[in-house]
């Protein structure tokens, strides 16, 4: 490579004649491509940007001004270019850098991100910030035009002109969430994209006024634009839109930037890219290389495919069931649901706290929603849950998948809170099954419950066999076993099951393994008759141990002064960094090692 060698520094990229930034492009685009087939990751994203995100570095300074990346999916070259290109080769790897934006890690990362929307409230906060310590820095908030539909987005839009502060915002439009974008705003998007107003208003400016559009620009910039442009949404809003432009043009671009760091008002500029940008593949099916798993993984049959077919299965014979997916149609394997029973199919887009609200309604309605949604996005409508269907006790059935924890996607995506936290949600039931029989009868269960239901499951492969017995019950014998018994749900059945097998390995006592397949609410009778039977009683669970089924066990214990032990293994008051879910896993001693290892430690005391 020609430019990108080791000790690169973002300071290098401003001694690169213009006429190379083509080639730079290309070398950090097979810097990404080759990382992330390696690794996993968000490929098309990142590559849809490198033009964008050059242009962006030879204007703005990256350690005194503050850029925000909204998700962090597009912020592969960012990374590169900010002194990270050393250490790429570790993206997403235990102890190596991580896929999303993140303030421990360098300097040049301003505010963690992951969830949606959050760039334009943080920067306006940064802007704030600047205006009252009398600092001299540029606020620069980077969002995509499916993020800039999600209500918190729209709330930071609307308050801007409250602020009377400057803000840059730069939408990189490229026409895709993970999927295609949906929407309204997406409507009002592409309009903007093909104004040819403003295309006759650019013209003009290039024409009459040249390369330096300041003083006469933005003394009679509005007037202009008033003539020539529509109004639009963004004006509407006190913040000046610029745009669009293309977004691989880095000379044009940098122009652009370099106006805006200069004008005195609040500006959007609006960039038109092509996502997947350089590799044929990714440009021709952006939503297939949105993101790319690690070399070498095996593709089997996944909980979320499992959980979809059931659903399919069920609708057949329900013409109320319906199906909900906040841009998540591929992940959550809708894609089939969504040819087969179009006019029961909702994509939202990144919209969660309305997903479930429209769900709600329609339950009232009566309708039976279906949720699909990952458990770290249900954090984001955590009102609506409570709020809007469990109050009401509507029967509504949210679908909870990567429970648990998520792996390389790293803190911002453990599915490790909805046990915590919905365990106390008043008529709410909650199951975790362990295997695709016991996950199609929660199912079952589910479509003919008059409330909420959740049901999560983790992410990756669902067990090739069942591994737990057909039952009606909601905390299940696998094995009945002798002075020690371990209960757990979803993932954890498996390891139990190996800590069993181990057992008879060792010739130590075998334990008994109980699949507590409801965990909300508890079958007390069968709690109760475990802890008579068994001296040491082991809860296992990736979630958080704070409010998780180990500490409702412990109440229990307590409350009925039962003479046993209780040993807890979960996730500890942690965030999770990023790491496979194995490594994840033997961190926090969730494995047959570690579980037959505590017990012998109990029993030596």
């Known amino acids: 490579m020609k430019f990108l060698k080791p000790g690169f520094k973002h300071e290098d990229l401003k001694r690169i004649d213009e ?12 810097v990404i491509t080759d990382t992330v087939k390696k690794n996993g990751g968000h490929l098309g994203s990142s590559l849809g940007v490198v033009e964008l995100t050059i242009a962006m570095l030879r204007v703005f300074d990256p350690l005194r001004d503050r850029i925000i990346f909204d998700v962090g999916h597009q912020s592969y070259p960012y990374k590169i270019l900010t002194d990270r290109f050393d250490s790429f080769n570790t993206l997403r790897l235990k102890d190596g850098i991580s896929g999303f934006p993140r303030r421990n890690e360098s300097p040049y990362d301003h505010f963690n991100t992951g969830h949606s929307s959050t760039s334009i409230s943080a920067a306006l906060g940064y802007a704030k910030a600047r205006d009252l310590l009398h600092e001299k820095r540029n606020v620069i908030a980077f969002i995509g035009d499916a993020a800039l539909i999600n209500g918190l987005a729209l709330e930071a839009l609307n308050y801007v002109q409250e602020t009377k502060t400057k803000l840059i915002i730069i939408l990189n439009d490229n026409r895709h969430s993970i999927s295609n974008r949906v929407g309204g705003f997406s409507t009002i998007l592409a309009g903007l994209s093909g104004n040819t107003f403003y295309k006759r208003l650019k013209n003009f400016t290039r024409r009459k006024l040249g390369v330096k559009l300041s003083g006469i620009f933005e003394r009679g910039r509005d007037f202009i634009k008033m003539i020539l442009k529509p109004r639009n949404i963004f004006d509407q809003l006190g913040i000046n839109y610029w745009g669009p432009f293309d977004g691989h043009d880095i000379k044009n671009a940098e122009r652009m930037l370099e106006l805006a760091k200069n004008y005195y008002q609040p500006v959007l500029l609006h960039f038109n890219t092509v996502k997947g940008k350089g590799l044929h593949e990714a440009e021709t099916d952006p939503t297939k290389y949105h993101q790319v798993s690690p070399a070498g993984e095996k593709k089997s049959r996944t909980w979320s495919e499992a959980a979809s077919s059931v659903a399919e299965e069920l609708a057949m014979n329900d013409e109320r069931i319906i199906c909900f997916t906040a841009a998540m149609v591929t992940g959550v394997k809708l894609e089939n649901f969504a040819r087969e029973f ?6 939202v887009g990144i919209a969660e706290s309305h997903m479930l609200t429209m769900a709600a309604g329609l339950a009232a309605g009566g309708m039976r929603p279906w949720v699909f949604i990952y458990s770290t996005f249900l954090q984001r409508a955590m009102d609506q849950l409570m709020h809007d269907i469990a109050l009401q006790n509507l029967p509504v059935v949210i679908m909870v998948d990567r429970a648990g924890l998520s792996g390389s996607d790293g803190d911002t995506h453990q599915g490790l809170l909805d046990i915590s936290w919905c365990r106390a949600i008043p008529n709410l039931e909650i199951y975790a099954p362990c295997d695709e029989s016991s996950l199609r009868h929660a199912m079952l269960k ?5 409330g909420p239901t959740l049901i999560r499951y983790p992410r990756g492969s669902i067990p090739a066999e069942n591994i737990s017995p057909e039952s009606e019950d909601a905390i299940v014998k696998i094995h009945e076993g002798s002075k020690w018994a371990l209960l757990g749900y979803g993932s954890e059945v498996s390891i139990m099951i190996d800590t069993m097998n181990m057992a008879k390995r060792e010739g130590i006592d075998v334990p008994g393994v109980y699949d507590v397949r409801r965990i909300k609410p508890l079958d007390m009778n069968a709690l109760d008759d475990i802890l008579n039977r068994y001296e040491v009683v082991c809860t296992l669970e990736e979630s958080y141990m704070s409010g998780s089924l180990g500490e409702a066990v412990a109440s229990r214990i307590a409350e009925g002064k039962y003479h046993v032990r209780l040993i807890r ?5 942690v965030c999770v960094k990023h790491a496979n879910q194995n490594q994840q896993r033997e961190l926090y001693g969730l494995n047959a090692e570690n579980v037959i290892e505590q017990y012998k430690h109990t029993n030596e005391e």
């Open 19 to 30: 006429k190379d930034l083509p080639l730079l492009a290309e070398e950090v685009r097979a």
């Open 342 to 347: 179009p006019n029961r199919f909702f994509d």
């Open 446 to 450: 589910a479509s003919k419950r008059d």
């Open 569 to 573: 293994f979960g996730v500890p008051d």
